[in-house]
């Protein structure tokens, strides 16, 4: 079955204090975003990516995916006004039957068996939406003030979230709701059911400059085979 991956890149540098967004920003020489890309292309032969960008940036995106091992896999797209209106923007270039994949350009750390995994779910049930389990101690504001809650039931939501192509572009022809925060929740409020499976631990968001140090080790150890 044809697969496209929808990588969404449009954030900017603010948290991390920086005049360039993070999906820029040098990971070990080479720019975040050459590991999401790289990732995918690894991932599936017959996989072809649309890049989501802001306009001002297609520049810098045409000289990253041109530094990857197969560019001609890469579309390029321009992002709108939120996250919905982008992901929404790159499936308008999906026209045959498939499986879609949308992730966080700046999730630059997952692994082609994790995008793997998250395909064979998909087309058994329809979406595969990877999470880990929380391991602080959590607790929930409520109207007496604040309550501990089984932190083994809270389930923090990672990237690629995947569906169904006929599925997904359907989702995405809703008028935009403020909850939705992910593709997931776009999905659901059609009355579907969100199928969960086992993420990474180190597939993290680059936000804050702490994350590029920690990305920095995970590659490092990866190299050395830890």
Not at 16 to 26: A, H, S
Not at 36 to 64: K, R
Not at 155 to 166: G, L, M, N
Request: glycine residues 6%; negative net charge.
């Amino acid at each position: 079955m044809k697969k496209f991956a929808v990588i969404v890149a449009g954030g900017s540098g603010l948290r991390m204090g920086t005049q360039v967004p993070k999906q820029f920003l040098p990971l070990r020489d080479k720019p975040v975003l050459w590991y999401t890309l790289t990732a995918f292309l690894e991932a599936f032969d017959d996989l072809t990516i649309i890049l989501v960008l802001p306009e001002s940036h297609l520049q810098t995106g045409h000289e990253i995916l041109r530094s990857t091992f197969d560019p001609d896999r890469i579309w390029m797209t321009t992002g709108g006004e939120t996250r919905f209106h982008s992901v929404k923007n790159g499936l308008d270039h999906i026209h045959q039957h498939s499986i879609v994949f949308v992730h966080d350009g700046v999730r630059c750390l997952l692994t082609p068996d994790l995008i793997r995994r998250c395909f064979n779910m998909a087309q058994e049930r329809g979406n595969a939406i990877p999470a880990v389990t929380a391991v602080d101690s959590i607790r929930i504001e409520t109207f007496n003030g604040n309550a501990a809650i089984d932190r083994n039931k809270i389930k923090i939501i990672q990237t690629p979230q995947t569906f169904y192509s006929d599925l997904i572009k359907a989702a995405f022809e809703q008028e935009y709701d403020e909850s939705f925060t992910d593709e997931a929740s776009v999905v659901e409020k059609l009355g579907v059911k969100i199928h969960l499976l086992e993420g990474e631990p180190t597939n993290i968001k680059i936000t804050r400059p702490l994350d590029i140090l920690i990305a920095e080790k995970i590659l490092e150890e990866r190299e050395m085979g830890i």
